[in-house]
Every structure is written in structure tokens, then in C-alpha cells.
């Protein structure tokens, strides 16, 4: 079993950390990213248990009453998200380094619950956020609203996560996420082998 910690990629929504993770896992296969339970409505593009484990509010509250959750949060719009204990162990039974997607509380959450756990939060300016999830469109104008609304008080923690990085120009974040993950599984390859 590998020895490499997780990586925790949390920031406002917006931000861009589902398409940097999808750049990061592209250029390093050893990562898989753990896939979340939460109750909020499927998009169009996702798929069970690709993109999240789609759970009634009911099944949620049963998992946690189960200690089935490694860390878990009420979003906005009293959405739940999740990450499972279970995705953790397969991911890490396979060998491979997790890579956990989190708002930031259940990114604080997983520093302290995953030993070794390494927390890069990527920025980008409230206004900025404004216009990709108003182009993204994948919510409503009113849960846009409380998502920048959150964003504004995720902002003021940045500095409470090991690394920030800066997603202005897609390419130049992506070449310095890879960087930075490259950098913190290096120890863990050098005990591995
Ligand atoms: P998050 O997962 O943090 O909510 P996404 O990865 O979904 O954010 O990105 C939000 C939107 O912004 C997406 O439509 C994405 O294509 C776009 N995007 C991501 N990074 C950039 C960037 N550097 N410049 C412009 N648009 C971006
Ligand atoms: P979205 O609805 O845009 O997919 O996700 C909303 C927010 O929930 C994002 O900031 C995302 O990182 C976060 N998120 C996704 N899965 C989890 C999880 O398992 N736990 C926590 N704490 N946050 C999550």
C-alpha cells in the first residue's frame, strides 16, 4: 500500500477545482479522486457514482448514523456532501493517493482526520467566480447568489490550508498544482521504493 497522503483540493465554488482535478489526474494516474455522497439534485451531465453518490436525505442521515463518513457538511440550500470511509479504503487498498474535492470546513475536517493529508485551496476573485458559475449554469440564480455569498467568508481562510494557488490562467494553475502534488508525493515515492 502506498504511503502517499491524500490530497485535499477545497475553494469557493467556481474557482475551477473540478476541472483542475480532472487536468491533475490526467497528468498523474497514480491519483483517484474519491467520489462523494451528497443529496443534492443530479446535473445533466453527471452520473451516479461517477461524479457523486446521489443519496435521498434519508439514506444521508442513515450513513452518518452508521460512522460511514469520514467528514461531512450541510451545504448551501441545506445540501449534504460527504466524503465516504469506504472510498478512502479503495482507493489507498489499490495503491494510489485519494484526492478529496471539499468546500473548505470539510476540508479543515479531513486535515485533521487523514494523517499526512495535504490542503491546497485555489483562489480566484469573487467577481470572477460570479461570471464562471453564471456561465457554467449549472445552478439557479439564487443558489449562485448563496454560493458567493459563502465564497466572500471561504476567501478570508485561505490562509488556514498548506498551499493557494491561484486559478487566473487555466494552464498556469494546472502546471502549478502539478507541481506542488508532484512535490508533496515525492517523499512518500522515495519511501516506497
Ligand atoms: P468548481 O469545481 O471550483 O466549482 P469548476 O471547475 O466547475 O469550479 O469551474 C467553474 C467554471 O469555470 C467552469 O465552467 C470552468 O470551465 C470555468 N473555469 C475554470 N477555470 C477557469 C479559468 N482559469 N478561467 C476561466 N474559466 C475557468
Ligand atoms: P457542487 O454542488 O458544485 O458539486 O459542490 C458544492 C461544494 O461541495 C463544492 O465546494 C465541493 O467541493 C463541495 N464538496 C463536494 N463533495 C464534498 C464532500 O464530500 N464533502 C465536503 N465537505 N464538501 C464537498
Redesign the pocket.
Given at each position: 500500500m502506498s504511503s502517499a497522503p491524500a490530497i485535499v483540493v477545497t475553494?469557493?465554488?467556481?474557482?475551477?477545482?473540478?476541472?483542475?482535478?480532472?487536468e491533475l489526474l490526467r497528468r498523474l494516474p497514480q491519483l483517484e479522486h474519491t467520489v462523494s455522497a451528497t443529496t443534492r439534485e443530479r446535473r445533466p451531465a453527471e452520473k451516479d457514482g461517477r461524479e457523486y453518490w446521489f443519496l435521498g436525505p434519508e439514506e444521508f442521515e442513515l450513513r452518518v448514523q452508521a460512522g460511514e463518513f469520514l467528514e461531512h457538511v450541510t451545504y448551501v440550500s441545506g445540501k449534504r456532501y460527504g466524503t465516504l470511509r469506504s472510498e478512502l479504503d479503495r482507493i489507498m487498498r489499490a495503491g494510489r493517493v485519494c484526492v478529496l474535492?471539499l468546500e473548505t470546513e470539510g476540508a479543515l475536517n479531513a486535515k485533521r482526520a487523514v494523517p499526512g493529508a495535504y490542503t491546497i485551496f485555489?483562489r480566484?476573485p469573487v467577481a470572477?467566480l460570479d461570471r464562471?458559475?453564471t456561465?457554467?449554469a449549472?445552478e439557479t440564480s439564487t443558489e449562485i447568489g448563496d454560493r458567493l455569498e459563502l465564497a466572500h467568508r471561504q476567501l478570508e481562510q485561505a490562509g488556514a490550508f498548506d498551499c493557494v494557488i491561484e486559478?487566473?490562467?487555466?494552464d498556469h494553475?494546472a502546471d502549478e498544482l502539478e507541481r506542488v502534488v508532484q512535490q508533496v508525493l515525492a517523499p512518500a515515492a522515495t519511501m516506497d521504493s
Open positions: 475553494g469557493p465554488s467556481g474557482a475551477g477545482k473540478g476541472t483542475l482535478i480532472s474535492e485555489i480566484a470572477e464562471r458559475l456561465e457554467r449549472t486559478n487566473d490562467k487555466l494553475a
